[in-house]
T-cell receptor, first 110, second 113 residues
């Protein structure tokens, strides 16, 4: 069983602050995907990281894949209220099967 | 931007009844998936499908579940005899290639009473 643990589960910060959330596993994944999920909707893909040590940027969001391809982090710079949401990480293994974490719920207070 | 569409958005059924959940994957995608999310829990893999056959299935996907691609556009999940514990959001997803990122639909909320 592939387990992904996301921490912290819940994070509340003021607008303009920076934050980092984490996705950790003891398993190696062929790639790792970050999604954002709004209530009552499906996960929306933000980024895929494939290579150990890879860093990808999406505007104010920076995603890093660990060197051993077991963990990842998401850093948000100068958070905005629009960044509020549930961030899910998902590791790919097998026949492109994804193992999801429970998510990092981020709340940005104006 | 192309998207995965799912119908219905909400399905209520009685225990023991059959349900069919429908999905239209992105048109040039070759790999199709069903996931489910029980309220408050993780998104869980059910099944993957490629070239008109199941590629992989989880332990959740027992003989009460089946998938089908009845035509060139639809991808369905059938639950033969629903149980209370089948109540969940069911998400369809598709990907262009093996190991390409998955694109999810907005889900069908299944409520079994």
């Amino acid at each position: 069983t592939q387990l992904l643990e996301q921490s912290p589960q819940f994070l509340s910060i003021q607008e303009g602050e920076n934050l980092t959330v984490y996705c950790n596993s003891s398993s190696v994944f062929s790639s790792l995907q970050w999604y954002r999920q709004e209530p009552g909707e499906g996960p929306v893909l933000l980024v895929t990281v494939v290579t150990g040590g890879e860093v990808k940027k999406l505007k104010r969001l920076t995603f890093q894949f660990g060197d051993a391809r077991k963990d990842s982090s998401l850093h948000i710079t100068a958070a905005q209220p629009g960044d509020t949401g549930l961030y899910l990480c998902a590791g790919a293994y097998g026949n492109n099967r994804l193992a999801f974490g429970k998510g990092n719920q981020v709340v940005v207070i104006p | 931007e192309p998207e995965v569409t799912q119908t219905p958005s909400h399905q209520v059924t009685q225990m023991g009844q059959e349900v069919i959940l429908r999905c239209v994957p992105i048109s040039n995608h070759l790999y199709f998936y069903w996931y489910r999310q029980i309220l408050g829990q993780k998104v869980e893999f059910l099944v993957s499908f490629y070239n008109n056959e199941i590629s992989e299935k989880s332990e959740i996907f027992d003989d009460q579940f089946s998938v089908e691609r009845p035509d060139g556009s639809n991808f369905t999940l059938k639950i033969r005899s629903t149980k209370l514990e089948d109540s969940a959001m069911y998400f369809c997803a598709s990907s262009e290639q093996y190991n390409s990122p998955l694109h999810f639909g907005n889900g069908t909320r299944l409520t079994v009473t």
